[in-house]
């Protein structure tokens, strides 16, 4: 029986017409398709898989949306026969990127002044979390970003945020307006009874700062819940 030659399946070794990497030099990244892109990061395939096989079964794990894709973990991404520890590494990673450029782009303002500047960037830092979390953006006085924080992650059902670690960052930061913000996986955007109380703590304690509590921005990826736009602060 012939034995089983791991680098026949590298990218390498394949047709010139069927090398990712150099399809790549030639037309540029966006001339190639998902599979192909996910195949130049997993590199080799296995006895049974070419690396562009594999990558269709990556992306049919995130049901063929790469949104949903970077929602895996990386034992997610283990549970697939062919990808090994070091390629669910380097596929989460570049998912990652992928994230925080889509996040990053949202940011290029001269100024926060409505609840649309930010909603754009916080669906993007917040959508692929299955739990809640909770996040504010500390503005300077000019009502640009300073800073923007993770502060906590809670359960399936909510988050808890301490006003005292917010207040806290938000002076260490040099922050004089801050914005909340919390993602709700359920795709539901109304505010719960809890997230009304917590804005409402969060703002009269800020006020002894005299830091203001800008907006709270409830988002999902169907949309986002402004607090301000709806006359609750």
């Not at 359960?155 to 307006?177: M, N, Q």
Request: some cysteine; proline content about 2%.
């Amino acid at each position: 029986m012939e034995s089983f030659n791991k680098s026949s399946t590298s990218i390498k070794n394949w047709a010139a017409d069927d090398r990712p990497r150099e399809k790549l030099i030639a037309k540029g990244p966006a001339a190639l398709s998902d599979s192909e892109l996910l195949a130049i990061l997993i590199s080799t395939g296995n006895k049974e898989k070419s690396a562009v096989e594999l990558a269709k079964e990556v992306l049919l794990k995130g049901k063929n949306n790469l949104n949903e894709l970077g929602k895996l973990s990386v034992k997610d991404l283990m549970s697939i026969k062919g990808i090994g520890e070091a390629k669910a590494i380097s596929l989460a990673a570049a998912l990652e990127l992928g994230r925080r450029r889509q996040a990053s782009a949202s940011l290029h303002k001269t100024s926060i002044t409505k609840s649309n500047d930010l909603a754009e960037f916080l669906k993007a830092s917040l959508k692929d979390y299955q739990y809640e979390v909770f996040a504010v953006v500390f503005l300077n006085r000019a009502n640009k970003i300073n800073h923007f924080e993770i502060i906590s992650k809670g359960g399936l059902t909510g988050t808890v945020a301490d006003p005292r670690i917010i207040l806290k960052k938000a002076l260490e930061e040099d922050a004089t307006s801050i914005v909340l913000c919390h993602n709700h996986p359920s795709g539901n955007l109304k505010p719960s009874k809890a997230d009304e109380d917590l804005t409402n703590k969060i703002k009269e304690a800020a006020k002894y700062f005299d830091i203001r509590v800008m907006d709270h921005l409830i988002v999902s990826e169907e949309g986002y819940y402004s607090f301000a736009d709806e006359g609750m602060l």
